[in-house]
T-cell receptor, first 113, second 114 residues
Framework: GQQLNQSPQSMFIQEGEDVSMNCTSS?????WLWYKQDPGEGPVLLIA?????ELTSNGRLTAQFGITRKDSFLNISASIPSDVGIYFC?????????????FGKGTKLSVIP | DGGITQSPKYLFRKEGQNVTLSCEQN?????MYWYRQDPGQGLRLIYY???????QKGDIAEGYSVSREKKESFPLTVTSAQKNPTAFYLC?????????????FGQGTRLTVV
């Protein structure tokens, strides 16, 4: 199955720094989703994007749906220790038979206090 | 509260045994999914079901089986044919295609072969 290219694979940052990660695809999507997974838990939905060019915020998190519909970005401002985890992007293209989400491999975030 | 419940949280299996992982949802979602997660591999789709009594193979279905006899339930059986079953298994559900793409996950089951 198709995979998204998510980068970076891992990040080590100081508490208080801003974080940026992105996903790119060779195919277009009409929905982008961003999830966070804590160790040993299931992913939790952070932000959903439905329109090309859309910029959506959820607290310190901001995500954007790329104009080309082939990429998306997630930014975290003023990181704190509880931001630690794995962040996944997922793309979805609605249409006949399209019930699947395509996931990136994740960005593992470590925050140094 | 509405949500997806996976059980058990941890499961140990002897080689050659079949085991069944439970997934129940009370969100009234039509579609349900099983993913396998290995370190550095992201989420890989095992099986999915769009409606009751129907399911489709995902990317890594070999050695696994599922059933969808009720809308709320989508159990996954890891059979002895699965050569490397130790992994973290995630169940997810979403509304029908026309109503959105957002999938919601359970807490996961960590399966270890001993």
């Amino acid at each position: 199955g198709q995979q998204l290219n998510q980068s970076p694979q891992s990040m080590f940052i100081q508490e208080g720094e801003d974080v940026s990660m992105n996903c790119t695809s060779s195919s277009i999507f009409n929905t982008w989703l961003w999830y966070k997974q804590d160790p040993g838990e299931g992913p939790v939905l952070l932000i959903a994007l439905y329109k090309a060019g859309e910029l959506t915020s959820n607290g310190r998190l901001t995500a954007q749906f790329g104009i080309t519909r082939k990429d998306s970005f997630l930014n975290i401002s003023a990181s704190i220790p509880s931001d630690v985890g794995i962040y996944f992007c997922a793309g979805h293209l609605s249409g006949a038979g399209s019930y699947q989400l395509t996931f990136g491999k994740g960005t593992k975030l470590s925050v140094i206090p | 509260d509405g949500g997806i419940t996976q059980s058990p949280k941890y499961l140990f299996r002897k080689e050659g045994q079949n085991v069944t992982l439970s997934c129940e949802q009370n969100l009234n979602h039509d579609a349900m999914y099983w993913y396998r997660q290995d370190p550095g591999q992201g989420l890989r789709l095992i099986y999915y079901s769009q409606i009751v009594n129907d399911f489709q193979k995902g990317d890594i279905a070999e050695g696994y089986s599922v059933s969808r006899e009720k809308k709320e339930s989508f159990p996954l059986t890891v059979t002895s044919a699965q050569k490397n079953p130790t992994a973290f298994y995630l169940c997810a559900s979403k509304v029908t295609e026309s109503l959105g793409a957002e999938a919601f996950f359970g807490q996961g089951t960590r399966l270890t072969v001993v």
